[in-house]
T-cell receptor, first 115, second 115 residues
Framework: AQTVTQSQPEMSVQEAETVTLSCTYD???????LFWYKQPPSRQMILVIRQEAYKQQNATENRFSVNFQKAAKSFSLKISDSQLGDAAMYFC????????????FGSGTQLTVLP | DTGVSQNPRHKITKRGQNVTFRCDPISEHNRLYWYRQTLGQGPEFLTY??????LEKSRLLSDRFSAERPKGSFSTLEIQRTEQGDSAMYLC???WGQGATDTQYFGPGTRLTVL
């Protein structure tokens, strides 16, 4: 079974600075999908960014980018120019490409943005 | 597109009672997922529907849990004879099921407290 590990329970960053959240995963599959979701306090989870394993190019969405290292099974999220609204719990998630459509989540990283 | 909605948002019940939650997915989404999230943890997969067919169930889904999606639209999750260990946030997600990434969109969740 696949597992996802987020080794940083909490992180903080100064407003306008850059922060990187770590995620590693374990799988024997060669093709899969990786996601970062954001869960603000008392609000629903929203997708931040996604990466297909077969793509070598790292995904980017505005201030959010990933560093996908397939051989190392690492998928970190970089947030540039951090804003107060970025404060949230961030979850890394894995999905197989086949019929098993469920997401396997890490335990999350609580990000605090300091003014 | 009004997003995924869940009702009720909060439910407090006594041990041994039955509870039912409802999820309304994004219209035209043919896939619907239930997850459970305990405090400080990432969501864990419970079950998944494609249209009205329940295609996958996690080992977490004991015999006391039952889920339905009778017309391939909304879904209900029932927990019979609730236990204190059932206290958690129950999340629903839906997806279109097309394309490689098949992104899941989450609802706000139903927070269950079993006294």
């Amino acid at each position: 079974a696949q597992t996802v590990t987020q080794s940083q329970p909490e992180m903080s960053v100064q407003e306008a600075e850059t922060v990187t959240l770590s995620c590693t995963y374990d799988t024997s599959e060669s093709d899969y999908y990786l996601f970062w979701y954001k869960q603000p306090p008392s609000r629903q989870m929203i997708l931040v960014i996604r990466q297909e394993a077969y793509k070598q190019q790292n995904a980017t969405e505005n201030r959010f980018s990933v560093n996908f290292q397939k051989a190392a099974k690492s998928f970190s999220l970089k947030i540039s120019d951090s804003q107060l609204g970025d404060a949230a719990m961030y979850f890394c998630a894995y999905r197989s490409p086949g019929s098993a459509r469920q997401l396997t989540f890490g335990s999350g990283t609580q990000l605090t943005v300091l003014p | 597109d009004t997003g995924v909605s869940q009702n009720p948002r909060h439910k407090i019940t006594k041990r041994g009672q039955n509870v039912t939650f409802r999820c309304d997915p994004i219209s035209e989404h043919n896939r619907l997922y239930w997850y459970r999230q305990t405090l400080g943890q990432g969501p864990e997969f419970l079950t998944y529907f494609q249209n009205e067919a329940q295609l996958e169930k996690s080992r977490l889904l004991s015999d006391r849990f039952s889920a339905e999606r009778p017309k391939g639209s909304f879904s209900t999750l029932e927990i019979q004879r609730t236990e204190q260990g059932d206290s958690a946030m129950y999340l629903c997600a839906s997806s279109w099921g097309q394309g490689a990434t098949d992104t899941q969109y989450f609802g706000p969740g139903t927070r269950l407290t079993v006294l």
